[in-house]
């Protein structure tokens, strides 16, 4: 549990992140369809 709140707001999380988390979600997705 984090108490305090990230040091930046979710609307502008590093890009890096979000392409990551974007892979794992279309992986997640081929490997359902499978």
Request: some cysteine.
């Amino acid at each position: 549990m984090v108490s305090k709140p990230p040091p930046y707001p979710f609307k502008s999380l590093p890009s890096d992140f979000v392409k990551q988390s974007f892979k794992n979600n279309i992986k997640a997705q081929q490997e359902c369809f499978i």
